[in-house]
């Protein structure tokens, strides 16, 4: 569960529920349609994530927590609140 974009796509799922492609892709500023939709199948993979596809025209596809994702709750609260609390000076 390395890198930047995991992490993040984690925390943001376990803030919002579901969130819909588009919607990941606004919140992670920075990264690239391939980068995103290869993390995306990597958590998937993972089975972190649940990807539900909605018949539906036009396509709708929407990402959340699977049980096993949403039990890195306290992991992932716990390095928010790390980060947080050492935050450098110039960024506050």
């Known amino acids: 569960m390395g890198g930047r974009w995991k992490i993040n796509m984690l925390s943001y799922l376990l803030n919002e529920g579901k969130l819909r492609y588009s919607e990941l892709r606004k919140k992670l500023v920075g990264i690239s349609e391939r980068m995103l939709i290869a993390k995306l199948k990597e958590l998937e993979q993972d089975n972190l994530i649940t990807r539900i596809v909605y018949q539906q025209v036009p396509p709708k596809v929407e ?27 110039s960024m506050l």
């Open 63 to 89: 990402y959340e927590l699977t049980v096993l994702g949403r039990s890195l709750e306290e992991i992932l609260t716990l390095m928010d609140k790390w980060g947080e609390d050492n935050l450098p000076e």
